[in-house]
């Protein structure tokens, strides 16, 4: 049989729709007598009907079901009871050779519990709160709740952001999730939200923000819109990230949890730690001024002497507390989050060059790099927010929130060049320690007046800091002999070439002060529902970066073993810029930005047709400016500013096709501003991370504008199930890619020497999404597909004749899967307190690096992943493992052209005649025993 997408669309709606029936038992379903929705953990109660005490209990599924089996003949009452709702009794009878009894109770809603459920915020936090925001929202958007975080094996927002249909994730150099990437479009094209709010981002590069720092345990709930409206900001063509923090509880609220774990690989090698206690988070210039000279005395040695021993376990504890006082009207929720762990990591990577004295062009492998990374991280987190009630009408909130995420990382890698030998080879042994420290802080003061039923103004103020610190980055180098065979270094000697065996200071810091405004008015225009709604944002964006490096002198003739057996030993007797790169540095400048922001949005009701119609405008001033001596001396400007104006159009039309089911159409206009550090024209040299090649700011980068439409298909059949198929199309104009500088012409040579961003040609993204969740009470599966294709056409080169020409080469975005997948089985058992979730993701292959020679990116291979969490309650305890990667999936790059010389023994090569392959990182699986305590 031919399976075709309506026969899949046909199987999933019979899925859905499909009731069941028990033989010989009391079965039913609760719901709500006012909407129809199922309820979830309602108490069922089976007492014989002449007065006999309680014979059985349990509880509604996930469907919303129960079923009392094999019950003897007689008469009996059964009796529901649910939070919030007034309690059912119904009569029943089991007559001789009967098969059963079906019932369908539905529940009235307890008036006297009205306000509770008010302040409840309909139940938010659970997975029927997350389904109603999507039912009822006029965008697409798709929502995480709470309870679903929890059960999850994701201890980080960046772990739970790939369970999203339609979003995958960019990882870290420690091979945790990083970075959201949505539908297809790279980071750079997506915002994130602290509860609604835009956060700046500590990265030293970029504006997007590090998902990995937010710890999952804060989250009410996350949202991910996928289409915008004139009250939401602009930047966000891909999509907006909203992590919604948790708020006050109705009651007394108390939960904690502690879990240790443990990585795999840290079983079979050992961890490479390094003293960092004599660390100077200030370079020898900012502490003694700018003419200080200093010499290798002043910079410690005890961080680059490495100790290699067994990894201690990792820890995780959270705590979460929550009440309300004075009357109610003062809500309190406090948090804290602490996670050390530590992280191994083995890699290897090419830098792959195109021969182009070689028919077609194939590939020299000029250098491998093969490292063991060890990487100690941090997360401490710390948030609490505030909510008054002065009366029904006004009211005020105030929400902080800590984030830091500490890396003490550790490379030794081995550098070689010569493929060639079978027996030894020339390398270049390298260790590295880095000391990273991230912050991020928020600030949110809101008010919210209802002057009349009809006017209500809301307003924030906002103060959010970003800062990225890495003090005394620490490299040694050296150069020996490798044994091919024994994998042994031998006739090591302390190696200098270009920067090497240097001590970095670099730190940049964002600064955020923004103000919001709202003001909505409904007029009764046509009916009720009809409102208006103006506003606008004012922000100001600051950003200073610093940099100052130091060199050691050459020497010459120290060899391990016999001068020196570690770095505290080896004699540098000066420094070669004893004065450090001072204002010559070419990362030292200042930027700014500041948003004026305006909107109106409308919002109409007509019969089962719901519209949202508006038009935003946003002011930009971009700028930066650097230091007189980095200007001059790479003959760029020492200022510059970027002024331009925007608007942004949006519509959004939801058709009821009845209670349960919509149909959403939206259109939007979006934009993507360049980073800071992408139009300061300075350079940041090769060799730093994994980059072979130098790079440059672009003044000249022209944001990326967006139009974007979206046509989705909503079906709620329950409170908790769901199925949406969706269709999306984007187009992208001044698209932005990394490369070399492109030539003008065909005749031109192109510049091969640094990458740099740049505006390429318009660019299209089309794609199609599955989202789908069905339970069965005990059982229950989760799934989401999505498929994308996109186009951008850049110029490529190629080589002829051993001269560099252009081409126009059409290809998909880089960072878009055109398959990416997501399966979650589930088992809850309500009456033994046992809950367990296994969970697959799917990415497909994607350009992870792009090239400029034509056919030459670099490809990642299909991802797939694995994670398991079990937990089991007793009565306020719950305990839980979780394991995540349990299929030791790498991370593995490789190129569609062969190598130059396939019968060279190129280390890693499976297909060489064929395939060159350039990357593989492996993480190695990790696991976590935990217990979660509630009151």
Not at 102 to 111: R, S, V
Not at 303 to 317: E, G, H, T
Request: charged share 20%; net charge negative; hydrophobic share 35%.
């Amino acid at each position: 049989m031919k399976i075709t997408c309506t026969n899949l669309i046909a199987f999933f709606c019979l899925l859905f729709t499909a009731s069941t029936a028990f033989a010989g038992n009391i079965s039913g379903r609760i719901s709500d007598s006012a909407n129809g929705e199922l309820l979830v953990g309602a108490r069922v109660s089976l007492r014989g009907a002449t007065g006999g005490g309680m014979l059985f209990e349990t509880a509604s599924g996930l469907n919303g079901r129960f079923v009392f089996n094999d019950v003897p003949d007689g008469t009996y009452v059964v009796t529901v009871a649910y939070v919030g709702y007034e309690s059912a009794t119904d009569r029943v009878e089991i007559a001789a050779g009967s098969v059963g009894v079906e019932l369908d109770i539905a529940l009235n809603a307890d008036q006297s519990m009205l306000d509770e459920v008010m302040i409840l915020g309909e139940g938010r936090g659970t997975d029927a709160h997350a389904r109603s925001l999507e039912r009822l929202s006029p965008t697409v958007m798709n929502v995480i709740s709470a309870k679903q975080i929890q059960l999850s094996p994701d201890i980080t927002v960046a772990n739970v952001i790939q369970r999203v249909s339609g979003l995958s994730i960019e990882r870290n150099a420690s091979g945790d999730p990083q970075y959201a990437i949505v539908r297809g479009m790279d980071k750079r094209y997506n915002n994130t939200l602290v509860n609604g709010i835009k956060i700046p981002s500590p990265d030293n590069e970029n504006r997007f923000v590090p998902l990995d720092i937010f710890p999952a345990v804060f989250l009410e709930r996350l949202e991910v819109y996928k289409s915008l409206t004139a009250n939401m900001e602009a930047d966000a063509i891909g999509g907006t990230v909203n992590m919604v923090m948790k708020s006050a509880p109705a009651t007394f609220l108390l939960d904690a949890d502690i879990q240790v774990g443990y990585n795999q690989a840290n079983f079979d090698q050992d961890f490479m730690t390094y003293d960092r206690s004599g660390v100077n988070r200030l370079s020898p210039k900012e502490i003694h001024g700018d003419t200080y000279r200093a010499t290798p005395d002043d910079f410690p040695v005890e961080n680059l002497i490495l100790d290699n021993k067994q990894a201690l376990p990792d820890i995780f504890a959270n705590v979460t507390y929550g009440d309300r006082f004075v009357k109610d009207k003062l809500g309190i929720m406090l948090g804290g989050s602490f996670q050390n762990s530590y992280r191994p990591v083995t890699n290897y990577f090419y830098d792959p060059a195109v021969d182009g004295t070689r028919e077609g062009n194939p590939l020299l492998m000029r250098e491998l790099i093969e490292r063991n990374i060890s990487s100690q991280l941090q997360r401490i987190a710390f948030h609490g927010k505030l909510d008054y009630h002065l009366n029904d009408r006004h009211g005020f909130s105030f929400y902080a929130g800590k984030y830091l995420l500490n890396e003490f990382r550790v490379r030794d890698q081995l550098r070689q060049e010569n493929f060639v030998s079978t027996t030894t080879n020339s390398v270049y042994p390298l260790t590295r320690t880095s000391n990273i420290y991230q912050d991020i802080t928020t600030l949110d003061l809101r008010g919210n007046h209802d002057f009349t039923e009809k006017l209500r103004f809301d307003w924030s103020a906002i103060y959010s800091l970003a800062e990225n610190d890495r003090p005394d980055d620490a490299v040694f180098a050296r150069a020996g002999q490798l044994n091919l065979e024994t994998r042994e270094v031998t006739n090591e000697i302390v190696y200098f070439q270009g920067t090497r065996n240097s001590r970095t200071w670099e730190r940049n810091q964002d600064n955020d002060l923004s103000l919001y405004l709202n003001l909505t008015y409904k007029p009764e225009i046509i009916n009720d529902k009809t409102t208006f709604q103006i506003g606008g944002v004012i922000r100001n964006k600051e950003r200073d970066n610093y940099f100052n490096f130091y060199n050691y002198s050459q020497i010459f003739g120290q060899y391990r073993g016999v001068d020196w057996d570690d770095f505290g030993d080896v004699e540098f007797g000066t420094m070669a810029n004893p004065l450090g790169s001072g204002d010559r540095s070419n990362l030292v400048y200042d930027a700014y930005e500041d948003i004026y922001a305006g909107y109106i949005n409308t919002s109409w009701a007509l019969d089962r047709t719901e519209i949202q119609v508006g038009l935003r405008a946003e002011q930009t001033i971009q700028g930066y400016a650097i230091n007189a001596q980095a200007a001059s001396s790479n003959d760029i400007e020492l200022e510059q500013e970027q002024n331009y104006l925007d608007f942004f159009p949006s519509l959004s039309v939801k058709y009821l096709l009845n209670t349960r089911t919509n149909l959403k159409a939206t259109y939007f206009k979006g934009i993507s501003r360049p980073g800071f550090y992408e139009i300061v024209p300075t350079v940041r040299q090769a060799g730093g991370g994994d980059s072979f090649y130098s790079e440059m700011g672009n003044a000249d980068l022209r944001p990326t504008i967006g139009h974007s439409a979206d046509l989705r298909y909503e079906y709620f059949p329950s409170a908790i199930d769901q199925l949406l198929v969706g269709v999306f199309y984007k187009r992208l104009i001044d698209p932005i890619e990394y490369g070399f500088r492109q030539a003008s012409n065909e005749t031109e040579q192109p510049s091969l020497n640094r990458i740099l961003p740049q505006n390429f040609e318009n660019a299209t993204n089309f794609g199609v999404e599955l989202d789908a969740t069905k339970y069965f009470n005990k059982f229950g599966v989760r799934l989401n597909y999505t498929y994308t294709n996109s186009r951008i056409t850049a110029n490529k080169f190629v080589y002829e004749n051993r001269t560099a020409s252009l081409v126009s080469q059409t290809r998909p975005l880089q960072g878009q899967s055109a398959h990416i997948g997501n399966v979650s089985l589930l088992f809850k058992d309500q009456k033994r307190a046992l809950d367990a979730q296994l969970v697959l993701n799917y990415t497909g292959e994607r350009i992870a690096v792009v090239s400029p020679f034509l056919g030459a990116d670099h490809l990642m291979r299909p991802m797939t992943q694995l994670d398991l969490s079990i937990e089991k309650g007793f009565k306020r305890f719950v305990v839980f493992v979780k394991a995540n990667n349990l299929l030791n999936t790498p991370y593995e790059l490789f190129v569609e052209k062969p190598l130059a010389v396939p019968t060279d023994p190129y280390p890693y090569q499976e297909d060489p005649y064929n395939r060159a392959d350039v990357r593989r990182d492996s993480y190695g699986q990790s696991y976590r025993l935990g217990v979660r305590y509630t009151l």
